[in-house]
C-alpha cells in the first residue's frame, strides 16, 4: 500500500518498461478507442472526474500505467493497493484513512491492482464505502471481471476492455524507446524496423514484453569501436526463440481458446481448430482436458452421423494418457481433424436436453409395471411386471409395450438427422414406429 503524489526520478537503475512508463496522455500507446481526442475516458482524467471503474484486459497493454497517470493529474489522495500482497486489515486502514479524507473535504482514489485475486469477502470490505462515496475505485484485471468481481461492486463501476496493442503500435513504442532519454537514446543503436517489427510480433500485443525484449537485445547486440551498438538478427532470434503465449489454463484464455477449438470443429474447420489446439497445446495445457473435450464433441455434435468419431475420440485420449506431450500432439490432431470433417448432428444433445426438462419439470410418474421388475414374490402380486413383452420373442424383435409413463406417451427426444450414417437410423427408427403404430391399432381393433 503507497500513497502516491509524484513520480521518482531516480529511475536509472529500473529495467526499460519501468523507465519508460508513460507520465501523460500523450506518452500512451495503444488504447486509442478510449484515449483518442473527445473519447469518454480520456475526457475523465482530463476533466479529473473519474468515477469507480474497472480496467479489463491482457498483461502488459497500460491498466497500472493509466492509474498512474490518473494518480499524477488527480487533485484526490490517491492509495495504490495490491490485492496480491494486502488482505482485510490493509483494507480496513486503508477505508479509514479515506473516512479521514472525506471528512476534511478530500476526495480518495484506491486503485487495486489484480483485483480478481481478491476473494468475495475482502472485495465486500470496498462495497460501503464505494456506495457511500468514501472511496473512488479503480481496479486493474486480466479476468473477465463477470466472473471475478462480485456482482454488487461491479454494478457501481464502469468496465473499460483494453486490447492488446497492434503491432504498428509496438513498433512505434520500440523506436521511442531507442530515442527518448529515459530509454537508449543517450546512446547510438543500429537497428532495421523489420527487426523492431520481429519483436513486436514476438511480443503479442504486450507493451512489457516487448520494451524488455528490446533492452535484452540491444545489451547483447554488438558493441563498435566507436561506442555505438548494432544489433543484428541473429541477436534478435536468439532473444525471442520461444513466445511466451499469452495464456492462463484457469482463467479467461483457458475458456476462449477452447471455446474457439470447439466452435472450429463444429463448422468443420480443420485448419482453425488444429490452430487453436496448438495454441492450447504450446502453452501448457493437459493434453487430456483437449482429449476430453473431443469425447464431449464427437457425441454432442457428430453423434449417430458418424458413430466412430466417439471411438477415434477415446483413442485419442487413451494414446495421450500412453505417451504423453509432445509426442501425443499427433493424435490429438488426428482426432481433431476426423471430428471436424465428420458429418454434424446435434441430435444426441438435443434428445438428452429435452428429457432433462420434462425429467426436472413433470411430475415424477412411477415407472409403468409392465417394465417393473420383480425379483419377489410380493411384486409379483403387486402385478410388477405383468404385461411385459419380451422382445426377442418376437420374429420381428418388437413388441407395441409402451415404455414410457401415460404422461408422456408418444412424446419424442431423439429426433434423428439425414446427415451422414445418421440417414440410416432415422430410417430404421421410422420404420419401427411405423410398425409399432400398426401393431397398437391393431391391437385396439382386438380389443374393441
Not at 452421423?305 to 490432431?333: K, N, W
Not at 401415460?406 to 437410423?425: A, I, N, Q, V
Amino acid at each position: 500500500m503507497e500513497q502516491t503524489t509524484f513520480f521518482t526520478q531516480d529511475n536509472s537503475s529500473q529495467p526499460l518498461a519501468s523507465r519508460l512508463r508513460p507520465q501523460n496522455l500523450e506518452e500512451f500507446a495503444g488504447q486509442t478507442h478510449l484515449l483518442g481526442p473527445g473519447k469518454v475516458l480520456r475526457r475523465l482524467i482530463e476533466g479529473d472526474a473519474v468515477s469507480s471503474m474497472i480496467f479489463w484486459g491482457p498483461p502488459g497493454v497500460g491498466k497500472t500505467t493509466l492509474a498512474r497517470i490518473i494518480a499524477n493529474r488527480t487533485k484526490s489522495a490517491f492509495i495504490d493497493f495490491s490485492a496480491v500482497t494486502s488482505g482485510i486489515k490493509e483494507i480496513r486502514t486503508v477505508m479509514q484513512q479515506a473516512e479521514d479524507n472525506r471528512r476534511f473535504g478530500e476526495r480518495t482514489i484506491v486503485f487495486v491492482d489484480e483485483i480478481h485475486r481478491f476473494n468475495k469477502a475482502q472485495q465486500d470490505a470496498f462495497l460501503p464505502f464505494v456506495e457511500k462515496g468514501s472511496i473512488i475505485l479503480i481496479g486493474a484485471t486480466t479476468e473477465n471481471p463477470s466472473f471475478e468481481v462480485n456482482s454488487a461492486l461491479l454494478s457501481r463501476c464502469k468496465v473499460f476492455v483494453l486490447q492488446a496493442l497492434k503491432t504498428e503500435e509496438l513498433v512505434a513504442l520500440l523506436r521511442r524507446a531507442l530515442t527518448d532519454e529515459r530509454g537508449f537514446g543517450g546512446q547510438t543503436v543500429h537497428m532495421p524496423d523489420e527487426l523492431l517489427e520481429a519483436i513486436a510480433v514476438f511480443s503479442n500485443g504486450d507493451a512489457r514484453t516487448a520494451l524488455s525484449t528490446l533492452e535484452m537485445v540491444v545489451l547483447n547486440g554488438d558493441v563498435q569501436p566507436d561506442g555505438s551498438t548494432v544489433v543484428t538478427e541473429e541477436t534478435v532470434l536468439q532473444c525471442t526463440s520461444k513466445r511466451s503465449l499469452l495464456y492462463d489454463k484457469k482463467g479467461d484464455g483457458h475458456y476462449d481458446l477452447i471455446s474457439a477449438l470447439h466452435k472450429s470443429m463444429r463448422n468443420s474447420d480443420p485448419d482453425a481448430a488444429v490452430y487453436w489446439m496448438a495454441r492450447m497445446l504450446e502453452g501448457g495445457e493437459d493434453p487430456l482436458y483437449i482429449a476430453r473435450r473431443v469425447t464431449r464433441f464427437a457425441s454432442e455434435d457428430i453423434g449417430m452421423a458418424d458413430p466412430r468419431a466417439l471411438e477415434i475420440a477415446v483413442a485419442a485420449y487413451q494414446a495421450c494418457h500412453f505417451i504423453g506431450m509432445p509426442e501425443c500432439s499427433v493424435h490429438l490432431t488426428q482426432a481433431v481433424v476426423y471430428m471436424s470433417m465428420a458429418p454434424k448432428s446435434n441430435a444426441l444433445y438435443v434428445a438428452y436436453e429435452s428429457a432433462k426438462k420434462d425429467a426436472a419439470s413433470q411430475i415424477a410418474e412411477p415407472v409403468p409395471l409392465q417394465i417393473r421388475n420383480a425379483p419377489t414374490a410380493l411384486m409379483k402380486q403387486l402385478d410388477y411386471g405383468k404385461g411385459y413383452q419380451y422382445a426377442h420373442d418376437t420374429k420381428e424383435k418388437l413388441t407395441a409395450m409402451e415404455c414410457l409413463p401415460d404422461s408422456l406417451r408418444g412424446k419424442e427426444y431423439y429426433r434423428p438427422t439425414d446427415e451422414g450414417l445418421e440417414g440410416r437410423y432415422k430410417q430404421r427408427l421410422d420404420e419401427i414406429k411405423a410398425w409399432k403404430a400398426k401393431a397398437r391399432q391393431a391391437a385396439k381393433k382386438k380389443e374393441q
